[in-house]
């Protein structure tokens, strides 16, 4: 049932749907994205890879055998799941999270994320949600971290806790402007462990970031985290960008 305070927000702001601007009905059960939209937001097709979550695709009658997007991930980096593809909508969601002040977007899409299903490993020993860090200078201007309250509602959805242990170095350029082969460089070094961490030893820590792309920022928190004591730490994303290999030609 619709709340009285629902249905005069309503009247006041009609609900218009962060992904394709369309009016949200009422009665739609969601408030931020409508029906449609939702059901546009599609996981990495199957069959999977075990490790990434990348697809397997079939070249001919045999799938490939080696996956080609974590094959060079280090050890510490031990999965990887992402709630959908960086396609529209999702690609106009994450946008209105992080660019537009949205941050409310955060909850239903932390609630894709919850739904996932995730590797053993992860779901037995990983209790402990790390917000993948943004700089300083970031932090002030949009005023807070997309990754952070993804963290804050995917712990709360899943009854796990959030470390913020993790914190950027500044000066590091922003991936979104550098090539595949230029990301892994640009993050070397860009985490340090917070000062405030304590004690990870033995700890399966699970990121929590918006967008997955080649897998190299995820790849340096691990290994920063994992040069502090942690076992391993695997990472879950509300999208993951796909590559050209996704692409059929
Ligand atoms: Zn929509
Ligand atoms: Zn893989």
């Keep these: 049932m619709r709340t009285l305070a629902a249905a005069l927000l309503d009247l006041v702001f009609a609900p218009i749907c962060l992904g394709c601007d369309a009016p949200i009905a ?6 931020l994205v409508c029906r449609l939209c939702r059901t546009r937001l599609r996981t990495p097709p199957p069959p999977c890879c075990d490790r ?3 697809p397997r695709l079939r ?3 045999t799938e490939e055998q080696a ?10 980096l031990a999965f990887a799941r992402s709630a959908c593809i960086l396609e529209p909508p999702a690609d106009r969601i994450v946008h209105q999270l992080k660019y537009r ?14 739904a996932l299903a995730l590797p053993d490993a992860v779901r037995r020993d990983a209790t402990v949600v790390v917000p993948v860090p943004t700089t300083r200078a970031r932090l002030r201007e949009r005023g807070y971290n997309q ?3 993804l963290a804050r509602w995917y712990a709360r959805l899943t009854g796990r806790e959030v470390r913020l242990l993790l914190e950027r170095r500044s000066g590091a350029a922003s991936q979104t402007i550098l090539q595949p082969v230029a990301r892994g460089a640009n993050v070397a070094g860009a985490f340090r462990i917070a000062g405030s961490a304590g004690s990870l030893a033995d700890a399966h820590l699970l990121l929590v970031d918006d967008v997955l ?7 340096e928190c691990a290994r920063t985290l994992a040069a502090a004591g942690a076992r391993c730490v695997s990472i879950v994303t509300f999208a993951r960008a796909p590559t050209a290999r996704w692409v059929p030609s």
């Design 26 to 31: 009422p009665g739609d059960g969601a408030r």
């Design 52 to 54: 990434c979550g990348a």
């Design 59 to 61: 070249t001919g009658r």
């Design 67 to 76: 996956c080609p997007e974590c094959a060079h991930w280090p050890d510490a």
């Design 101 to 114: 002040g949205w941050r409310a977007a955060a909850e239903p899409m932390a609630e894709r994320m919850a």
């Design 147 to 149: 990754a952070e309250l």
């Design 213 to 219: 792309t080649t897998g190299a920022t995820a790849a």
